[in-house]
């Protein structure tokens, strides 16, 4: 019988010291393996002014052929000091033999987003396969998002989006850096 009071004894993909080994089927993400901290810019028609953000993304596996996907940000001041938290997104990233990559994120605002795409190098290029929302979210028709790890420790990020009656166009990039990394 499972005793709350001891150490869970299952394979969690949220504690790294429990986490299992990624499945084999992973092998073309394990680059993206971590956590990864960095800041970004974003603009958009409907915004007054560009931004400045923080961001931390999480990649971890459960040891099934599947990614577990965390994204946080954060508003910035002119200084990096955070003003309040931005943007929050979960999901999981599913990969196919073939290299094709199907992935769920949701997001508290009241969005739910299902991309399909693929993995070449150390690209993963993902888009809109179905958008659903909320009844009172923001009108989001489509994104686009590119993770290019451009050395073994930085990955960049790119966000397009069509919303609230704009077309699909830049929205977001940002550089991070593996956390622990040099």
């Given amino acids: 019988m499972f005793d709350p009071a001891h150490q869970n004894p299952y394979p969690d993909a949220l504690r790294p010291d429990n986490a299992p080994a990624p499945h084999a089927q992973l092998s073309a993400l ?10 970004g810019r ?16 999480t990649f971890s ?40 990559v199907e992935a769920l994120i949701t997001q508290p605002t009241g969005i739910a987003e299902i991309l399909v795409g693929h993995v070449s190098a150390d690209t993963v290029d993902l888009s809109t396969h179905e958008v659903a929302i909320t009844p009172t979210a923001k009108e989001v028709t489509a994104t686009r998002r590119r993770y290019t790890l451009s050395d073994e420790g930085t990955l960049d990020f790119v966000h397009d989006l069509a919303a609230v009656g704009q077309p699909l166009q830049y929205h977001l ?10």
Avoid at 44 to 55: C, G, H, I, K, N
Avoid at 82 to 95: D, F, N, Q, V, Y
Avoid at 173 to 182: F, I, N, V, W, Y
Wanted: glycine share 12%.
């Fill in 42 to 57: 974003g603009s958009y028609p409907t915004l007054a002014e560009e931004f400045r953000y923080a961001q931390e993304v």
């Fill in 173 to 182: 990039s940002a550089r991070l850096r593996r956390e622990g990394g040099d």
């Fill in 30 to 39: 394990l680059g993206f393996l971590g956590t990864w901290v960095g800041r």
């Fill in 61 to 100: 596996p459960d040891g099934r052929p599947f990614l577990r996907y965390e994204a946080r940000a954060w508003l910035l001041d002119a200084d990096d000091v955070p003003l309040r938290p931005s943007a929050r997104e979960s999901g999981w990233w599913r990969l196919q033999p073939d290299g094709r």
